[in-house]
Structures are given as structure tokens and as C-alpha cells.
């Protein structure tokens, strides 16, 4: 657990100067930016991904491990996040590429408030669904293999492992074949 309260600590830390709406107050930006390296993890070294879930953004209950199955990219971000602005067309373009080949994307709206997150939504055309996880609860789940960074991507196998990990933004050139060689796995 200690080690749980200290990624969620961190990623606060990263956000320090935060309003009480969430995000960086004032001309305050500070935020815990990762170098979007990816990190793949071998198949029989693969963890399975927490039984995390909650309320999506559009009011419906998600639970990740009904997802199992699928391909999973759970993508951490949050309104206020350059590098997330950045990254969500690449996202959309990747989720709507695949979704018919058995991938999905859930956002996960970090230490944000909903308003800001559904505006967000509708500028980038986001479809997919977001949880929000305003307390980082969600967040804390992943301790075994945090996101560590806002905006930070998981890939889940079909069998609902953490196969890949990108902490910082990513692009489609990063993210777009490493679904791909995800989801030609054997199950």
C-alpha cells in the first residue's frame, strides 16, 4: 500500500498548485511529464492489471476486467494537460481504427472535475469512455505497475495483463503498431 500512496502522491506532486476544480491553478502548469518511452513487458512476465472501474463520465459503471477479452489501452489524463491535448487525436484515430478488431480505450480523468473533462471531450471528438477518478482511487489501483506520469498509456493483453506501459504523451507512430502487435498474440 505504501508504495501505491506514493505514485498517487507523486502524481499530485506533479500537479501541485492545483484549484479546487482541479488542475493547475492560476498560470501555475507544473505537471509530471514522462519521456513517452515504452516499456513491453514479456508474456510470462506480465501482471494482471487491477480489478479497477467506476462511474464513466456519461454517468455509466465500467469495471476494466469486463473488458477482458479485448485489448485493453487505458489512457491516464486529464483536462488541464498539454501533453494530453497533444496526444488525444492520435488516441480517437487508434481506438477507431481497431475497435472492430477487438480493441478498446478507457481514459481514466485524473485529479480533475467532470466539466473540464467532458469539454474535453467534445473539442477532440473523444467516443470512447472515460472514468473519472477525481480522488485518484482508480489511479492508486495500478501500484504494481503505475502510470507514474500524466498523460501515461497501459496496454492490456486479451487476458487483461499489463503488456505495455508508455509514461508521457504518445503518437500514433508510437502507439498505433504496438496495439497491433498486442493483439496478434495468441491467446
Do not use: H
Not at 31 to 40: H, R, T
Not at 89 to 114: H, I, M, R
Amino acid at each position: 500500500m505504501a508504495v501505491g500512496a506514493f505514485v498517487v502522491a507523486g502524481l499530485a506532486a506533479g500537479c501541485a498548485g492545483t484549484s479546487s476544480a482541479g488542475g493547475p491553478a492560476g498560470s501555475d502548469n507544473r505537471f509530471i511529464a514522462g519521456d513517452g518511452n515504452i516499456q513491453e513487458v514479456k508474456a510470462g512476465e506480465r501482471k494482471a492489471a487491477p480489478q479497477a472501474g467506476g462511474e464513466t463520465l456519461d454517468g455509466k459503471q465500467l469495471k476494466l476486467s469486463d473488458l477482458k477479452g479485448k485489448v485493453t489501452i487505458v489512457n491516464f489524463w486529464a483536462s488541464w494537460c498539454a501533453p494530453c491535448r497533444g496526444e488525444a487525436p492520435s488516441l480517437e484515430q487508434v481506438y477507431t481504427e481497431n475497435k472492430a478488431k477487438g480493441v478498446e480505450l478507457v481514459g481514466v480523468g485524473f485529479k480533475d472535475n467532470k466539466d473540464g473533462l467532458r469539454a474535453f471531450e467534445r473539442k477532440f471528438k473523444i467516443t470512447y469512455p472515460s472514468l473519472f477518478d477525481d480522488d485518484g482511487q482508480i489511479t492508486l489501483a495500478f501500484r504494481d505497475v503505475p502510470p507514474n506520469a500524466i498523460p501515461s498509456t497501459l496496454i492490456l493483453d486479451r487476458q487483461g495483463r499489463v503488456a505495455a506501459r508508455i509514461v508521457g504523451s504518445t503518437t500514433y507512430s508510437k502507439l498505433s503498431p504496438l496495439v497491433a502487435k498486442i493483439a496478434a498474440e495468441k491467446a
